[in-house]
């Protein structure tokens, strides 16, 4: 049974957690079975791909990888939860 997320694609979202953490990102893909997502310019990976058409010679091409639903968290509410927590410290 797939899982109801939080983010859907298209969403603007900052990771929370892990080495790529504060991160801003749009939403590429969603796997609700897998619990993962694919963000915009976060965790490159390098993937080899075999001689095609497009590449004659074969290449290396870099690529998003997927990161865990938890450890993403949308843009607006990280957004409202930081100035929360400036104002407070202020005050």
């Known amino acids: ?12 979202v900052v990771v929370i957690a892990g080495a790529e953490r504060t991160k801003r990102g749009k939403v590429l893909a969603v796997s609700t079975t ?3 997502v694919v963000v915009e310019g976060v965790r490159m990976v390098k993937r080899h ?18 990161l865990h639903l938890s ?12 100035a929360r927590r400036t104002s407070a410290s202020k005050a």
Not at 1 to 12: I, L, P, R, T
Not at 49 to 66: F, L, M, N, W
């Open 34 to 36: 897998s619990l993962r």
């Open 71 to 82: 450890k993403v968290m949308l843009a607006t509410r990280y957004d409202e939860r930081a």
């Open 1 to 12: 049974m797939a899982a109801k997320s939080h983010v859907k694609k298209g969403d603007e």
């Open 49 to 66: 791909t075999k001689k095609s058409q497009q590449h004659p010679q074969g290449a290396i091409v870099e690529r998003e990888g997927s």
